[in-house]
């Protein structure tokens, strides 16, 4: 399994932006298929972003709008951009990667709260606090 690792992560105020990122230890293969997810104090683990190589991207619906995924494949990195963070966005986030890939018909045929099953390589996570 691919190595992840995150950084980035740190404390805020609300409404302040934080970019994380992710490097892989290999590369990510021509189909890939990465995320982040993130778990709260007392909560199970959610998904926040989906990107495939088809460039596909989900959201969960409580970031659409204020954080965007993205990827250089080319430098086995992966990144999080999250902008007007909000309290309840305090997580640890992981990123993740699936060997098999996601294609389009496989992410929208998952629901969501299962997503995370699709990926099968997972970073130690990167904590992320926000201050109202």
């Known amino acids: 399994q691919v190595q992840l690792v995150e950084s980035g992560g740190g404390s805020v105020q609300a409404g302040e932006s934080l970019r994380l990122s992710c490097v892989a230890s290999?590369?990510?293969?021509?189909?890939?298929?990465v995320g982040w997810f993130r778990r709260a104090p007392g909560r199970e683990r959610e998904g926040v972003a989906v990107?495939?190589?088809?460039?596909?991207?989900l959201y969960a619906d409580s970031v659409k709008g204020r954080f965007t995924i993205s990827s250089d494949i080319a430098q086995n990195t992966l990144y999080l951009e999250m902008n007007t963070l909000r309290p309840e966005d305090t997580a640890l986030y992981y990123c993740?990667?699936?060997?098999?890939?996601?294609?389009?018909?496989?992410?929208?045929?998952?629901?969501?709260?299962?997503?995370?099953?699709?990926?099968?390589?997972w970073g130690p996570g990167a904590q992320v606090t926000v201050s109202a």
């Open positions: 990107l495939n190589s088809a460039e596909t991207t």
């Open positions: 290999e590369y990510l293969g021509e189909y890939f298929c």
């Open positions: 993740a990667a699936s060997s098999s890939g996601c294609p389009p018909a496989v992410l929208y045929g998952v629901p969501w709260s299962s997503v995370d099953g699709l990926f099968d390589s």
